[in-house]
């Protein structure tokens, strides 16, 4: 009778000081975001097996899908991806998430599972979880994940318009520029050029006629002269003798 009691006094304080096995755990970091919206952030998700060693893992993750779209994911380093149905999947529809990879050799450490990349779509409070879906497999093809990771919050806020003083928007003004500037020449400007450059050439056209006698050859035209003076004083000194001897 005493051994009974003794035996069951020893039972009950082993099971009151053992030490629970420690499983897998999927971790996310951040756990808080604040991003404006129309841009994308980044969710890391790593698997810490802890005292275990894990071989296959999957994470499915529920989000708002009128909020949040997911873009893209990528998987950590040495992580073999599974593509059959019902685990890979990325639903926005819905706003399900839903990875499968295997590590070749089992990890028992921490590391990266991948990457989610989320774009907000508009704002809002929303919140990313796991489901209870998630599991982690270990040699003996038993799920030895613990608990699904804490939520994610995410607050999505308007998008700040950055203040537009002059010019094209979003372009800020540029200082008056201390050069002379000069002016572009328009159509009326350039006629009146043409015109005014047309009456130059047609005066000085004009005048070397004149002064060429209309042979338009300045050679001529002083020959001309010439002789025209000559004549000129050959008929006045005709003329004037011809007084002389009257007189």
């Known amino acids: ?17 053992a030490v629970p096995a420690l499983a897998a755990v999927f971790n996310f970091s951040p756990t808080s975001v604040n991003v404006e919206a129309g841009k994308d952030f980044a969710l890391q998700i790593s698997l810490n097996p802890q005292a275990t060693v894990s071989y296959t893992a999957k994470i499915e993750l529920n989000y708002p899908a009128g909020t949040l779209e997911v873009k893209s994911f990528s998987f950590g380093d040495d992580w073999m991806m599974l593509k059959q149905p019902g685990y890979d999947a990325i639903d926005n ?24 990349y989320f774009h907000a779509k508009k704002t809002g409070n929303a919140v990313i979880s796991a489901t209870a879906n998630s599991l982690v497999l270990d040699s003996l093809s038993k799920n030895v994940l613990s ?15 950055a203040p537009v003083t002059s010019g094209e928007p979003g372009t800020a003004s540029k200082p008056a520029s201390t050069t002379p500037s000069q002016e572009t020449p328009t159509e009326e400007n350039v006629n009146q050029e043409a015109v005014l450059s047309n009456r130059q050439a047609s005066l000085l056209s004009s005048t070397a006629n004149i002064l060429t006698l209309g042979t338009n050859n300045p050679g001529i035209g002083a020959i001309v002269v010439v002789i025209i003076i000559a004549i000129f004083f050959a008929v006045y000194l005709f003329g004037r003798k011809s007084c002389n001897r009257k007189s």
């Open 1 to 17: 009778m005493t051994k009974s009691i003794f035996r069951n006094i020893l039972v009950v304080m082993g099971l009151f000081f």
């Open 93 to 116: 529809t819905n706003g399900v998430l839903i990875k499968t990879a295997g590590y070749p050799g089992g990890i028992s450490s921490s590391a990266s599972f991948g990457t989610v």
């Open 147 to 161: 608990s699904t990771p804490n939520s994610v919050s995410v607050a999505v806020k308007e998008a700040v318009q």
